[in-house]
């Protein structure tokens, strides 16, 4: 299914890249590099009857390739293939029971940073000689991800079973990212651009289990994760 959307994704550049050779343009197709920021913040969807999490935002390097090739003397089709790191610091408060009379409370703070390969094919309309407005779908592949937890003690007792109920495997991955993307492009010059890009995902790119019965911490609440944020990337073109 996953190859199924990345070849769509091919097809749809191609067919776009080959309406620009065929376009009566005299505008040259340009290559160009990127380099920006990523200020990400994933959403993070509880179950029913489970309490969210509160989560903050986290900068992340964002930088790769782009073509802009001329549709017309207004449209463009620009394919962008970029490395970008995604995801978010967020956090939840956690309460057990060692036995009917003691009880403990923790925070805790987990980190979610995840690495992809990003293939971005935007379309964009030049409004004028400095501004443009750009849309497009995005598809991204996991490459790389890390995940911290670190836990507070808030009141209680430390105890010996919450190490074995907070291991680094309560969050799973998905390979796939699926969004889009609406954003800006200004014309500093005519080879140097400042572009800004927000992004939705549109898919789960990963669970987490949060668990939750005091007496055994044997069953688990889960979160669905996706991801959301700004770009502010600057443009080189050759």
């Not at 089709?77 to 790191?85: H, S």
């Amino acid at each position: 299914h996953k190859f199924i959307i990345m070849k769509k994704i091919i097809l749809f550049i191609l067919l776009l890249s080959n309406l620009g050779l065929t376009a009566q343009s005299l505008i040259p197709t340009r290559i160009g590099i990127k380099l920006g920021t990523n200020l990400d913040n994933v959403r993070i969807i509880a179950e029913e009857g489970v309490q969210p999490t509160s989560n903050s935002s986290i900068s992340g390097i964002i930088g790769g390739l782009c073509v802009y090739i001329p549709l017309s003397d207004k449209w463009y089709i620009n394919p962008e293939l970029l490395y970008a790191q995604k995801g978010s610091p967020f956090s939840y408060n956690f309460i057990h029971d060692y036995t009917v009379n003691e009880r403990t409370e923790y925070e805790i703070e987990n980190t979610l940073v995840l690495s992809y390969l990003q293939l971005n094919p935007t379309l964009s309309f030049k409004a004028n000689d400095y501004l443009a407005l750009n849309f497009g779908p995005s598809a991204a592949f996991l490459i790389g991800e890390n995940y911290t937890i670190n836990k507070e003690l808030i009141t209680g007792n430390e105890g010996t079973g919450v190490n074995e109920l907070l291991e680094d495997d309560l969050y799973s991955s998905e390979s796939l990212d699926i969004g889009i993307n609406v954003g800006i492009t200004y014309f500093i010059k005519d080879n140097l651009l400042l572009e800004a890009m927000a992004y939705t995902g549109l898919i789960d790119v990963g669970e987490l289990e949060k668990p939750y019965q005091q007496n055994t911490g044997s069953d688990s609440a889960e979160f669905k994760i996706r991801n959301q944020g700004v770009t502010l990337v600057f443009s080189y073109l050759f």
